[in-house]
């Protein structure tokens, strides 16, 4: 179930082992990226895509966005 975080939250998350997924095209996640997170871009997910995510642990997915 999706659920709205905070910094703090993230911090223990990834401290404790959640996986980490940045879903901006390739060039940007190359750019700059959170430690330890993986890039899968948005236009790459679909019905399929969870598979590749541990179910043991929370999976955080995030979009760096400056607007």
């Not at 939250?9 to 879903?23: K, M, N, Y």
């Not at 940007?28 to 330890?36: C, Q, R, T």
Request: charged share 30%.
């Amino acid at each position: 179930m999706p659920t709205a975080i905070d910094r703090n939250d993230l911090r223990e998350l990834a401290r404790s082992g959640a996986q980490l997924i940045e879903v901006l095209p390739r060039q940007e996640y190359d750019d700059e990226h959170l430690p330890g997170a993986i890039n899968m871009p948005l236009t790459r997910m679909d019905g399929e895509s969870g598979a590749e995510f541990r179910r043991d642990v929370p999976v955080v997915v995030y979009c760096q966005d400056y607007q």
